[in-house]
């Protein structure tokens, strides 16, 4: 038996963001993962970042994170998407070499502070309490080994339950040659928690030296190079090109007269998958009017003989995806090292999650990443410091940490699980946030400082970085109010759709002598070009967050509210919100439900305490 003050099970992106984040709180952490080696390795395409899911890296990184630095580390080319249009949707992405990504990693965790690395399978939950009052008191492992915590996060990817499937072949796994950590479902189901099944799929993977480049269009990074992470100072990389093909209708001729060997045509796969990043044979069936989709050829690294073929997921037999392939340009003598698969696996339906990660009716359990009905490596990192956070602050009887969808796109992802089931893999877009021009990527470090601060999450020497960076833009802004230019002041200058602030240093040699960095730069000319807009969206925040602070106590008595609907006393009795905001966005809670306890909290302050129930912690 060994004590902790949080466990975590997994050792994907949302394992070690939760384990690091609750390590560098200063709790005694164990990662419990079945394999030391894997930690961190990318079971799909070895990129990070991208639209929205760029941003939420950068959040991640302003709280300490790891994954930007690991990006940077390894990166081999660097992009900033979206350069073309407005600051609030602009993203970077960034190829990684997989190899160095995934040593880095485990390097970086093997000799983390407070963290240690446990080798094994979790198999079962270990609880103390009744079923309606049960409370987390560690786990299990296949060994026998008891692994005791007040507080577990489960981050168990593809993990859960997960098969395999390519054609007829069907086989137990959580990635190509991994296997399944299948027993802790049933544990999970004996504790009372619903489970769905959802689907994933990968492409082949290509031998670099049998791909012809030269009728493929090359992509190169941005010269120069942007850091990922706010820690990175400056990149000094060589950087790799990717190469852009397309498939065609002999592609598609292949494919659709097989789509019925697809195991999600079947119907074997019984799980949904991505709608964004649907398989090659869900494209040609359900675009049937399309004659070619884009297929993105980007190496694994700058040693490594696979080529990743972004775009054709497929789980077709292997004999098929080998005859397709070779119709599509540059890839007519292609050499496959390993075919793609499919991958079905059990999440948590996750109307049984709380704002802080925590599942409802097992205090102290949370979870993060794909069990939690996501994609992707970014959402998975977002959701483990979120968890990793709440379940260091549950350790030491601390209340929940919960980022509002104004503060951060880790806030709009997090509620958006809690209100709705996803039918499919969830994925981060910029559209899902209705604060985005206050969410932009080059500010995450300055929205969450304060935050990261408080929890000790970032050093001395981070914070006052972010703290000068606030400063020399405030000095910048308040420059642009007061120095003129032909009659005008610099800021009615930079507001013109047409002037760059490039044009301000060049006019105006006091604003050139501040020596803005580049970074800086680009957030005094987005602050002041759309200042209408970011005042207009503060006074919708500022009414947000009213409803947000006003508490729930976690003992409120819904059952002696009258004229709650039946179905929202049942919804509220289960997830027990811990603001009237959070209470407001749980399915089957009606704007009359809120407004019942709204009028009962005001009752209370002026008559007395609220009715309450007791509640087991």
């Known amino acids: 038996m060994r004590d902790f003050d949080v466990v975590v099970v997994g050792g994907g992106h949302a394992g070690i963001e939760a384990a690091c984040a609750a390590a560098r709180m200063g709790r005694r952490t164990a990662m419990v993962v079945l394999d030391p080696a894997a930690i961190g390795r990318m079971s799909c395409n070895p990129a990070i970042g991208g639209l929205a899911k760029g941003q939420m890296v950068r959040e991640v990184d302003a709280l300490g994170g790891e994954m930007a630095l690991a990006t940077d580390a390894a990166g081999i080319q660097f992009r900033m998407l979206n350069t073309s249009k407005g600051p609030a949707v602009r ?14 990693m485990v390097l970086r965790l093997l000799s983390y502070p407070n963290l240690s690395v446990l080798t094994g399978e979790a198999v079962a939950l270990a609880c103390v309490g009744g079923p309606t009052g049960q409370r987390i008191d560690g786990v299990s492992l296949a060994d026998g080994t008891m692994v005791r915590a007040p507080a577990v996060v489960l981050t168990t990817g593809t993990f859960l339950g997960g098969r395999l499937f390519a054609g007829e072949w069907e086989q137990p796994g959580g990635r190509y040659d991994e296997r399944p950590a299948s027993r802790m479902s049933e544990s999970l189901r004996q504790h ?3 489970l769905g099944r959802h689907k994933t799929g990968t492409p082949p993977r290509l031998r670099r030296d049998s791909i012809d480049y030269s009728v493929c269009a090359e992509q190169c990074g941005d010269d120069p190079p942007q850091p990922f992470s706010f820690r990175t100072r400056a990149l000094n990389v060589k950087q790799m090109s990717c190469w852009l093909t397309h498939t ?18 079947t119907g074997r ?7 964004y990043c649907p398989s090659v044979e869900d494209k040609v069936v359900r675009f049937a009017d399309q004659d070619s989709h884009q297929v993105f050829l980007e190496p694994e690294g700058r040693n490594s003989l696979e080529v990743y073929p972004s775009g054709i997921s497929t789980s077709l037999p292997e004999a098929v995806q080998k005859e397709f392939l070779r119709t599509i340009p540059g890839l007519e003598q292609v050499e496959v090292l390993r075919p793609g698969y499919a991958v079905e696996y059990d999440y948590l339906c996750t109307d049984q999650l709380r704002a802080d990660l925590q599942v409802a009716g097992v205090a102290g359990l949370f979870s993060a990443g794909q069990i939690n009905g996501t994609s992707g490596y970014e959402e998975a990192a977002g959701q483990g410091i979120v968890a990793g956070i709440n379940a260091a602050r549950f350790a030491r009887g ?12 880790l806030g709009v992802m997090v509620d958006d699980l809690c209100r709705v089931n996803p039918s499919e893999p969830y994925r981060m877009f910029t559209s899902r946030a209705e604060f985005r021009l206050l969410l932009r990527s080059d500010n995450a470090d300055r929205r969450l400082a304060a935050l990261a601060e408080r929890l000790c999450l970032v050093t001395n020497e981070v914070a006052t970085a972010v703290q000068q960076k606030e400063s020399h833009i405030r000095a910048a802004l308040q420059m642009c109010e007061l120095r003129r230019h032909d009659g005008r ?3 009615e200058w930079l507001r013109r759709p047409e002037v760059m602030i490039e044009q301000l240093l060049a006019w105006d040699e006091s604003f050139a002598q501040l020596q803005l960095t580049p970074p ?22 500022e009414r947000l967050r009213r409803m947000e602070d006003r508490r729930l106590p976690a003992s409120l008595d819904y059952a002696a509210i009258p004229g709650l609907s039946s179905e929202a006393r049942g919804r509220l009795l289960q997830r027990r919100p811990q603001s009237l905001g959070e209470a407001s966005r749980i ?19 002026r008559s007395g305490p609220v009715a309450t129930v007791e509640v087991q912690p």
């Not at 601390?398 to 796109?409: C, F, G, L, Q």
């Not at 209408?532 to 006074?539: C, F």
């Not at 399915?587 to 302050?605: F, S, T």
């Open 520 to 541: 800086e730069l680009a957030e005094v000319e987005a602050e002041v070009k759309y200042a209408g807009y970011i005042a207009r969206q503060q006074m919708e925040v």
């Open 91 to 104: 993203s970077p992405r960034a190829q990684c070499d997989r190899e160095a990504y995934n040593r880095w």
């Open 587 to 605: 399915p089957g809670v009606r704007p009359v439900d809120v407004q019942l306890i709204l009028v009962l909290l005001a009752r209370g302050e």
């Open 489 to 491: 002041t610099l800021t």
């Open 269 to 275: 796969i019984r799980g949904s998958g991505p709608r």
């Open 248 to 265: 065609t209708t002999a592609t598609h001729k292949i494919i659709a007269a097989n789509a019925e060997r697809s195991p999600m045509f």
């Open 192 to 194: 009372g928690l619903r």
């Open 398 to 409: 601390e209340s929940a940490i919960v980022i509002d969808r104004a503060t951060a796109y």
